[in-house]
């Protein structure tokens, strides 16, 4: 079935641990994206990336990286986990830029003790 | 700080009763969006509308968008229960990014 994966479904991590969310989509999209989502603040990019090989900063890329070796898997990491990270995490993609519908994931929920 | 705001933040209706939702945006657009999120799970691609369109309509769905005012909003005719979710607009520019504002929680009452 075609769309996005994101594993794992939920975690619960001790601060300063490192974690790595995975994201996987088999619609063959260029652009891909990481969103935060935390009670009463909608949804803030954290990364993206516009095609495969490159990734762009969003409005709060600090405390995350991502990489993006190919079209289908954009991970994210957490290099050592803070409790201000506990948030639910959504993997989005689509086909190109501007002019087209976000596809989600279910998203990972992150809770950093 | 995020590109578009709905309001308003909550909207408890009956079934049967339309719902309206209002987003503004601060800066020029290439279209905007609308998606509804169930309790839980991940957003879901309700409607584009272009930045020369002014209305748009998709089954009980209508949207409006003033440039001039730099607003929309979103009506849903005959809600049902099942329309109860969080709805979310979306900013769509020429930097690739999609940026979407906090939500309308809207509470359908059976």
């Given at each position: ?113 | ?5 709905e309001?308003p933040?909550?909207l ?9 939702m ?65 709805y ?15 939500g309308t929680r809207l509470?359908?009452?059976?």
């Amino acid at each position: 079935i075609a769309g996005i994966t994101q594993a794992p479904t939920s975690q619960i991590l001790a601060a300063g641990r490192r974690m790595t969310l995975r994201c996987t989509q088999d619609m063959r999209h260029n652009a891909m994206y990481w969103y935060r989502q935390d009670l009463g603040l909608g949804l803030r990019l954290i990364h993206y990336s516009n095609t495969a090989g490159t990734t762009g900063k969003g409005e709060v890329p600090d405390g995350y990286s991502v990489s993006r070796a190919n079209t289908d898997d954009f991970p994210l990491t957490l290099a050592s986990a803070v409790p201000s990270q506990t948030s639910v995490y959504f993997c989005a993609s689509r086909p190109g830029g501007q002019g087209h519908e976000q596809f989600f994931g279910p998203g990972t929920r992150l809770t950093v003790l | 700080s995020q590109q578009g705001e709905e309001d308003p933040q909550a909207l408890s209706i009956q079934e049967g009763e339309n719902a309206t939702m209002n987003c503004s945006y601060k800066t020029s657009i290439n279209n905007l969006q609308w998606y509804r999120q169930n309790s839980g799970r991940g957003l879901v691609h309700l409607i584009l509308i272009r930045s020369n369109e002014r209305e748009k309509h998709s089954g009980r769905l209508r949207v409006t968008l003033d440039t001039s005012k730099k607003s929309s909003s979103l009506l849903i005719t005959a809600s049902r229960a099942a329309d109860t979710a969080s709805y979310f607009c979306a900013t769509d520019s020429s930097s690739y990014k999609l940026i979407f504002g906090s939500g309308t929680r809207l509470l359908v009452r059976p």
